[in-house]
Nanobody
């Protein structure tokens, strides 16, 4: 069964960093746009950023403000979300999503229901 698997979440202190990874099972990521989303308790799932299949372009939601970076290594068939300067309000379940269509552009977040593959999520908790 084709699916995505996130890893790298955990408990981190405010101001800390984490790198989340997204791997595919049953298919290869190199022809897929990748997006990252998160869902905090009691809130709707929101977009963070995305990267096109080649890795040549990314797009981010405004709230990211340079703290988070989406990247990919197609040779390793992995995508990443680097989280820096984490705040307690960044506590959420973080998801990666993939689709073979060109969904990574400035409106990627409103297209979240279009993404064909999702991971189960990885928990990030920011607390002292």
């Amino acid at each position: 069964q084709s699916q995505l698997v996130e890893s790298g979440g955990g408990l981190v202190q405010p101001g800390g960093s984490l790198r989340l990874s997204c791997a595919a099972s049953g298919f290869t990521l190199d022809s897929y746009d990748i997006a990252w989303f998160r869902q905090a308790p009691g809130k709707e799932r929101e977009g963070i950023g995305c990267i096109i299949s080649s890795g040549g372009r990314t797009s981010y939601e405004d709230f990211v403000q340079g703290r988070f970076t989406v990247s990919r290594d197609n040779a390793k068939d992995l995508a990443y979300l680097q989280l820096t300067n984490l705040l307690p309000e960044d506590t959420a379940i973080y998801y990666c999503a993939a689709d073979a269509r060109r969904l990574c552009h400035s409106d990627f977040a409103v297209l979240q229901t279009e993404y064909g593959y999702w991971g189960q999520g990885t928990q990030v908790t920011v607390s002292s």
